[in-house]
């Protein structure tokens, strides 16, 4: 049995997006509830060198839009990457699923051995194959990002726990 293309990325994607938008939902009540700052939560890292968690929402919403939009073959909408509260977050996610929903299994099954480059900083060029691309690079670092998200906001005291990391399935 083979699984497709589409249905190891878009669904995927859709899944985990929404059950961030959840847990930063949690996250924003919780703020609310205990009197903190909510730059507290969003400005929060786990160690000095690492993005902030509002740095890493927008990671994780640019791989699900870069990832579906190159295995698509259509260009990846370039967004600001200027949020800075929960509401502008859950924007963003938002706009992140309407986009990633506009795919069809017909638009991306089928492109397993499309050539993508990336540009991750110059001079660096890496390319894959579609297939390659998303099992190697693109889930990965989105898994990573979103998880990175969870892990700050627990370690900050959000009562958020395995399902709502994985949301509905």
Avoid at 10 to 33: C, G, R, W, Y
Avoid at 59 to 67: E, K, L, S, W
Avoid at 123 to 129: N, V
């Amino acid at each position: 049995m083979t699984i497709s293309l589409y249905a190891a990325s878009i669904p995927v994607f859709k899944q985990m997006l929404n059950s961030l938008s959840d847990i930063l939902v949690k996250a924003e009540a919780h703020a609310t509830a205990k009197s903190i700052d909510p730059n507290a939560l969003l400005q929060a890292r786990l160690f000095p060198d690492m993005f902030p968690l509002t740095r890493q929402v927008q990671i994780a919403a640019d791989f699900a839009r870069g990832v579906s939009a190159r295995l698509a073959g259509v260009e990846v909408p370039k967004y600001e990457d200027n949020e800075q509260s929960f509401a502008d977050l859950q924007a963003l996610l938002s706009k992140t699923l309407a986009f990633v929903d506009g795919f069809t299994a017909a638009q991306i099954d089928g492109n397993e051995a499309r050539e993508i480059v990336t540009r991750p900083g110059t001079p660096k060029e890496k390319k894959f194959t579609g297939q390659a691309y998303l099992l190697s690079y693109g889930l990965p670092q989105f898994f990573f990002h979103v998880s990175t998200t969870y892990a700050l906001l627990r370690h900050n005291g959000v009562e958020v726990g395995k399902r709502d990391y994985m949301g509905a399935f």
